[in-house]
């Protein structure tokens, strides 16, 4: 059910809004943006008793409600980004996986497509230029260095919706084209690497910025050799994925996470493929095939992890629940940092005046009980 909102007042939740929570808040929304006063006879709609937060913002997703954003028909990927949507991600980041270099060109062209149509934020590129060692769910044999001109190539297909490179950046090539996705205006993200902590070190001075899914996909944290995580968390011009699904990461590494690098520099995704939102079976990632058994996605052939089945407000009930985080560095973590990262802040991320009215309700127990895109419902609160 859904419906256009013309001029209503959401009123009597618990807001969250950048200066904090405001009880007995209230929230305008006028077409589709969120105003700073009411028109006369505007619908007043209750929602005393619930949270009302932005709505999420993932910048790491492969799909969802059965369909992939790495190799599905334009239909098929809305129909993924549908399923997110109605699961309270507002704005989402396409992700592709390792691919012949011609055919992730072929795929960022129809990604933009969906890009200037304002039905996805842009493209993120998850390989090829990682490092076989530290591959996951990517096909060894289509994994390549990262020359800056291929690099370039790929930035080139996505017609400016390129918004995000993971590089494992110790191979050869990598601290030039992360030199070169910084000067396009595209995030150099350090992933699925073998590097060492000095060597993350120098990626980051080249202007590398977003850690994929810390902790996963590369070496642990030692004593004597710290490698990318102690380096990643420590400075302050990094941002920090986290795939908080109970199977990604235990409770303590968050807890690090959160605690080290601080709430500012979190962006909690879901690294979702298509199983998300749609249940157990057998699905592709790429050309891989892939087992999902009990919500978890692993690789039928070496059981690696998959991606996972997360979408973003179970990620935030997680958070707010299990892990005990306050809701506002949650909210944080889960729409204002990954706005600002991909530019977006201007216009989503946060619920303030002028702000597209993307917006999350949720129930005392951080249920999802409405969602709003551009000031329209896809998920009418029932109250």
Known sequence: MSGRAHSTVLSGARVVLPTGTVANGRVIVDGDRIAGSAREGAEVLD????????????????????????SGTAEEVLRGVRTHREHGT???VASTVTGELDELARRAGLLAELTQQGEIAGIHFEGPFINPCRKGAHKEDLLRDPDPAEVRKLVDAAHGAARMV??????????????????????????????????????IDAGA???????????????????????LLEDERVTVELINDGTHLHPAALE??????GAHRVALI????????????????????????????????????????LTLDTAFKRSVTVDRLPVESVVQAISANPAKLL??????????????????????AFDVKGVMRRGEWIVTPAL
């Open 47 to 70: 929602l005393s008793g619930h949270w009302l937060v932005p709505g999420f913002v993932d910048m790491h997703n492969h799909g969802g409600g059965g369909a992939s954003f790495t």
């Open 90 to 92: 507002t704005t989402l």
């Open 166 to 203: 993971t590089l494992a950046t110790e191979l050869p090539g990598g601290l030039d084209s992360v030199r070169l996705l910084a000067e396009q205006g595209v995030i150099a993200a350090i992933g699925h690497t073998d590097s060492t902590y000095e060597q993350t070190r120098q990626a």
């Open 209 to 231: 910025t977003v850690a994929t899914h810390l902790y996963n996909a590369m070496p642990g944290l030692e004593h004597r050799a710290p490698g990318p995580i102690a380096a």
């Open 256 to 261: 690090l996470a959160f605690h080290h690098a």
């Open 270 to 309: 879901t690294d979702a493929m298509d199983a998300a939102g749609f249940g157990d079976g057998t699905y592709h990632l790429g050309p891989l095939e892939v087992e999902v058994k009990d919500g978890v996605a692993r690789l039928v052939e070496g059981g690696s992890i998959a991606g996972s089945t």
């Open 343 to 364: 530019g977006l802040y201007g216009e989503t991320g946060s619920l303030e005046a002028g702000k597209y009215a993307d917006l999350v309700v949720l129930d005392a």
